[in-house]
């Protein structure tokens, strides 16, 4: 399928804040930003991040260089992630909630020299080797905190030009390191092309446009929040950002869903369930994405009866975020056919026996990604 190959993901955002300057961004509580504001603030972050140099005096950013961002759910969040890259980074999602050593061996691993959190969170890093900016201090990683205003004063409101950062479509966008479930935790690269082209697919299977009203509810930390920040923000579309709290809490998030004039949201089948089991009833002008576990058949009769459309998605980490999808329809019983579907864009699955031979139809086998 058609993408634009070359295309790295923040400059699909710039078009569509041309399209769609004045139009709301992103929302967080009593909080919000228009595209134009997003970019110009993203963009101040940006030089920022440039002007930044080493005791030898040489840029600390450049194409692949990690930056680290660990922050409270806010509208600085989607700041710094694209101001990371748009300074020609790629960035690190450090989840608040991780336990310090983690934070620590996820920061050494990535070899991240900046760090972006926010001064409530500054406690998160000592010991950890980083240095706020300015200091003696030979930690390995400068601090910069998003919620401070001199982060900001006077930097340039205006897009940084690919050809003056370096990038290329195959440059990293992220690093996302897995749960360390089989020992430690591994940083999974991800490169502009695989993630624009994922974006792309889902804004057509989504159909995702200007009025769109996505609730975002996944920690950054999750490589599904990278569908529910980019598919909205190259569309028109609003983002609005539920808190950690409220993401618990079955009764608020049911009302959050109807309050936002919601139209499209991703979540596991664990958020969906707990949702049915608070008594919420569903909104007939929902589009759903549910995937990062099993859709079981029960649960996907209920959603697929209570919402306009139910996609079953499906995808490890390392084939960036999703790499098959099934809209769920119901079968001639009236009951719901579960399935994984079919591969998304420009991706193959096979399925094959132990020697890595494709099996016959019917004969289980192991899913290869491609």
Not at 77 to 82: D, E, F, P
Not at 320 to 327: G, L
Request: glycine content about 8%; some cysteine.
């Amino acid at each position: 399928a058609e993408y634009p190959k070359e295309a790295l993901i923040h400059e699909l955002f710039e078009q569509q804040v041309e399209r769609t300057p004045d139009a709301v961004a992103v929302q967080y509580e009593d909080e919000q930003l228009t595209y134009a504001e997003l970019n110009a603030r993203a963009n101040q972050l940006a030089h920022r991040l440039r002007a930044l140099r080493d005791e030898a005096g040489n840029p600390v950013i450049g194409p692949d260089e990690r930056v680290a961002i660990c922050v409270e759910r806010s509208l600085e969040m989607v700041v710094g992630l694209l101001g990371i890259l748009k300074a020609g980074a790629a960035y690190v999602p450090v989840d608040p909630e991780y336990p310090q050593d983690r934070i620590a061996y996820v920061l050494r691993d990535a070899g991240a020299r900046i760090v972006l959190t926010q001064q409530r969170l500054l406690e998160l890093f000592q010991g950890t080797g980083t240095v706020q900016e300015g200091s003696s201090d030979n930690g390995y990683a400068q601090t910069l905190l998003l919620d401070d205003e001199g982060v900001y004063a006077g930097q340039p409101t205006t897009n940084i030009a690919k050809d003056e950062t370096g990038q290329t479509s195959r440059h990293l966008a992220y690093v996302i390191y897995t749960s360390g479930s089989t020992g430690l935790p591994k940083g999974v690269m991800i490169e502009h092309t695989q993630l624009v082209n994922l974006i792309v697919d889902m804004q057509k299977r989504t159909q995702c446009h200007f009025a769109e009203r996505l609730l975002a509810l996944t920690t950054i930390s999750f490589d599904i929040a990278g569908l529910e920040l980019y598919v909205p923000l190259t569309s028109g579309a609003c983002i609005a950002l539920m808190s950690n709290a409220n993401t618990t809490d079955p009764e608020v998030l049911g009302r959050a869903i109807d309050s936002h004039d919601t139209t499209l949201m991703q979540a596991t089948p664990m958020s969906w369930k707990m949702l049915l089991e608070s008594g919420w009833q569903g909104k007939k002008e929902l589009r759903v994405l549910c995937g990062g576990e099993v859709l079981n058949k029960s649960l996907a009769h209920w959603l697929q009866s209570r919402v306009e459309t139910l996609w079953n998605v499906y995808g490890p980490t390392e084939t960036t975020i999703w790499s098959t999808a099934a809209q769920i329809r119901q079968d001639g019983n009236g009951e719901a056919k579960v399935k994984i579907g079919t591969p998304i864009s420009n991706t193959q699955i096979y399925i094959l026996d132990a020697a890595g031979q494709p099996v016959p139809i019917g004969v289980a086998g192991e899913i290869h990604i491609a």
